[in-house]
């Protein structure tokens, strides 16, 4: 069965480009393909379990994220902008937002994005990631909850702004292993995203 996605961006022309590319993935309908989060909450059309939105847009937009999670709770929102600075990323995965991407990203790599949000992954663009990583100390987030050496490789990479893909490539293991060992560090850590495991390190 297809993910219903919503796509939310002002500008035409990269509208087209996404709900084009995407629409012709085996994995995903582009059930709704709308220019601002108003129109996508008016629309009647039923809930989509991925959001890929731009933020900055006429209207509501900061407020965007909130009333998403708010009105389709059961949807996941992946955000693709230009802006790269570490507080507008780090307060909008704060608001409920599960990926933030660039959107100099290559068209396949936003859509292994949203799969890897699917798998249970919160994907970041490598430069929103570096951004992000100046809230952070150097402390070692892994110390004392038990992680193998392993898991502690993969923390570090994923902190690094790897995507699970260059994780997998850097190690010479699957992406299927990746995952598991990501479900498995979030397990110890009691955690549920990649967010939770940035925040958990800013705060050690």
Avoid: W
């Avoid at 994995?27 to 039923?46: D, I, K, N, Y």
């Avoid at 970041?124 to 402390?139: D, K, L």
Wanted: hydrophobic residues 45%.
């Amino acid at each position: 069965m297809k993910v219903r996605l919503a796509i939310v961006e002002d500008q035409s022309a990269i509208r087209e480009a996404l709900s084009t590319y995407l629409g012709a993935q085996a994995e995903f309908e582009c059930s709704l393909v709308v220019e601002s989060v108003e129109v996508l909450l008016a629309a009647g059309a039923p809930k989509p379990r991925l959001v890929l939105s731009d933020i900055g847009l006429p209207g509501v937009s900061d407020d965007g994220i909130a009333l998403l999670r708010e009105q389709a709770p059961q949807a996941e929102v992946v955000l693709i902008t230009v802006y790269q600075d570490a507080d507008r990323a780090f307060k909008a995965l704060c608001a409920g937002a599960v990926g933030y991407l660039v959107k100099s990203t290559p068209l396949p790599a936003i859509k292994q994005a949203l799969l890897d949000v699917l798998a249970g992954g919160s994907p970041m663009s490598p430069a929103i990631a570096r951004h992000v990583m100046r809230y952070f100390r150097p402390a070692p987030v892994a110390s004392g909850v038990g992680l193998t050496p392993r898991e502690q490789q993969i923390v570090e990479a994923l902190e690094q702004g790897l995507s699970y893909k260059l994780v997998a490539d850097r190690l010479g293991i699957s992406l299927n292993t990746v995952r598991a060992y990501i479900r498995s560090v979030y397990d110890k850590l009691r955690i549920n995203s990649k967010a939770e495991l940035l925040s958990r390190k800013r705060h050690n």
